[in-house]
């Protein structure tokens, strides 16, 4: 069970002071929220879709950050969100057999006060993992035992507060190979399908519908890795006793390359044939310099515009979410990915790309006016 009274409470006071503030108390410094129509959650699920949602992280300034908290609150806009970093292993049992689900708390409570969605990521990945796992001394029956034990523990804890899991991220590395990590090394392929077994019970034991799924970049296209992650998903559902339910399409894109609106579709249609839902679910398109030129915020949004209508166009990609939407808080800073950055649809300001436009364009079916 889920004890959510942390988390509750940074709740209200967050939207207390989103709601209450005077307006005679902002200063010069403060951003700017535009919080207009087009709305995009709302017109994705006009269109039949679960949502259009974003992720965060309560690890950073984020939830204390008043003009951000207004976009995200903002259910028109967002209808789910997914934890960036705080549902990864090492924030979650940093020590084996010591849980600490503290700071999920706080996303579940967040989205739960504002009516979104949680797909909850993720649960087992080869980065962000505790030492006590990269350099223990395991045999295939330990790490066996001790990935069960994650896995269907925090799984059972957050329960219903998921939607969906993302069981296992990027088993594949970039040439559709297994990724060189512990669980590979140890216990071999066989530790992705063990995984969606353990997660599958773990959901039938609180009888409640959490989706399962696999996430991955570089699928996006007919290639090596696409098909690789096809194998994967067919001895996934070949696995006596494991079960999947869709596919995450990370599509972390740049303005220096991207896949087609054709070629996303040939790809999603590659996994719904399998009976998976498929999902985009870590959307960005960095510039190649900041502050991005009118050539680039062009080439952005046609990007923004070809994925989402790759997924409009496909009747079983039911969700679309964003790797957050504040540029302030994006993963890709300039000062770390040599220049590259503002890869999302709000300013440092919180004033809107024109991607945003291209996006509630795409979701209508309408031509790009930015594009």
Known sequence: ????????????????????????????????????????????????????????????????DVDYMTVFNDTNIFGQVTPGNTMKWEFTEPTQNVFTFSEGEETIALAEATGKKVRCHNLVWSSELPSWVT?????NETLLAAMETHIKTEIEYYGSGCWS????????DSDGGLTSNVFSEIIGSAYVPLAFQYAYEAVQSLGEDIK?????????????????AIALVKEIQGWDGAHIDGIGFESHYSVSWGASQAQQEEAMASFTALGLQVHITELDVPCTAVPCTTDALTIQAQIYY?????????????????????????????ADYDGEGDPDLYYSDLTRHPAYTAVAEAIQGLDCSVC
């Open 1 to 64: 069970m889920r004890t959510l009274e942390r988390g509750l409470l940074a709740v209200l006071a967050a939207t207390t002071s989103v709601h209450a503030l005077p307006a005679q108390s902002l200063n010069q410094n403060q951003r700017r929220q535009d919080t207009s129509a087009p709305y995009l959650n709302n017109l994705a699920q006009a269109a039949g879709k679960l949502w259009f949602g974003t992720a965060m992280d309560t690890t950073t300034a984020e939830p204390d």
């Open 135 to 139: 350099d223990g001394s395991w045999t």
């Open 165 to 172: 899991w993302d069981v296992v991220n990027e088993a594949l």
């Open 212 to 228: 399962l799924f696999y996430n991955d970049y570089s699928i996006e296209w007919a290639g090596t890795k696409n098909a690789a």
């Open 306 to 334: 070809d994925t989402i209508s790759a997924c409009m166009n496909t009747e079983d990609c039911t969700g679309m979410t964003v790797w957050d939407f504040d540029d302030k808080y994006s993963w890709i800073q300039p």
